[in-house]
C-alpha cells in the first residue's frame, strides 16, 4: 500500500511563517509536520510514498531525500500549485495509485500514529478517520448515514447532522481508487473542477455506490494546521507522548 502526501499548497494563511517555506516543515517540538507523518506511516510498516509538491517543492524534497532513504519515494510536481487546490494534486497523483490500495494524507495534519494503525487494522478497506469536537463553518465535517458510513461530507452540511470533523487521513481499496480516478478524469477533463477541496469527489461517489466507514478516533490526538493561531494552539495541545 502505497501513502500520498499532498504538500503543494502555498499555506497563505499561516503567514509569514510559510514565508520561506512550505507548511508541511514547519516545526513542532524540534519536528516538523511532515517527518511526524513519515515517522508514523513507517512505523506503521508504509514503505512506498508519492509525495505532491509545489510552492518551495526543493526544500520538501531534499529535506525527505537526506532523511529517508531507506523507503521509496515518488515525487509528483504541481506546476499550477498556486491556483489550485488539493484536488488536482490528488489527480495527479493517478499514474501511481490508480487501481491499487492507498492511504491518502493531507501534509497539514499533526496527528497520533495510532490513528493509522487503526484505519489499516481495521475490516473495512475503505474508511476515514473522524475527530469529533465543536465545529464550525471551516470544518470538513461529515454526516453518518444508519450504518456508520459515510452519507454525506463537506464544510456546508449543517453542523447539527455532523458527527465530527474529517481529520484529512483516508484509507481507500483497489476499487475505490479505480472509481475515484473515473470521476477525476470527468472533473478535471470536462469541468475543470481544479480548485476545490478533493472531497467533493468523494461526495460525488456516494450516489454511485462508494463510499467511506467512518473510524472515530476522536481519543486519539489529531488538529490540523491552518493559520498562525492553529499553529500555536498545536504547540500547547500537543500530548507529552508526542512531543
Known sequence: MKAVILAAGIASRLRPLTNDRPKCLLEIGG??????????LIQNGITEFV???????????????????EVSITYIYNEQYASTNNIYSLW???????GKEMLLLDSDILFDPQIVARLLASEHQDILALNNHPLGEEEMKIVPDGEGKVKEISKTCAISDAAG?????ERMSASYTTALYK?????????????????????????????????????????ELDTVEDFNSAKELIPAELY
Not at 505532491?52 to 526544500?59: D, R
Not at 470533523?165 to 487521513?169: A, H, L, M, N, T
Not at 466507514?213 to 481519543?219: A, H, M, R, S, V
Request: glycine letters at 6%; a negative charge; one cysteine or more.
Open 165 to 169: 470533523e474529517s481529520i484529512g487521513i
Open 92 to 98: 495527479l497523483a493517478r499514474p501511481e495509485v490508480e
Open 183 to 223: 470521476e477525476l478524469k470527468v472533473m478535471m477533463e470536462q469541468e475543470g473542477l481544479v480548485n476545490i477541496f478533493y472531497e467533493r469527489a468523494f461526495e460525488r461517489l456516494i450516489p454511485q455506490g462508494h463510499t467511506f466507514w467512518i473510524e472515530d478516533t476522536t481519543d486519539l490526538f489529531s488538529t
Open 31 to 40: 519536528k516538523c509536520l511532515l517527518q511526524r507523518s513519515f515517522d508514523g
Open 51 to 69: 509525495v505532491v509538491t509545489g510552492y518551495l517543492h526543493e526544500q520538501i524534497e531534499a529535506f525527505l531525500n537526506n532523511r529517508y532513504q
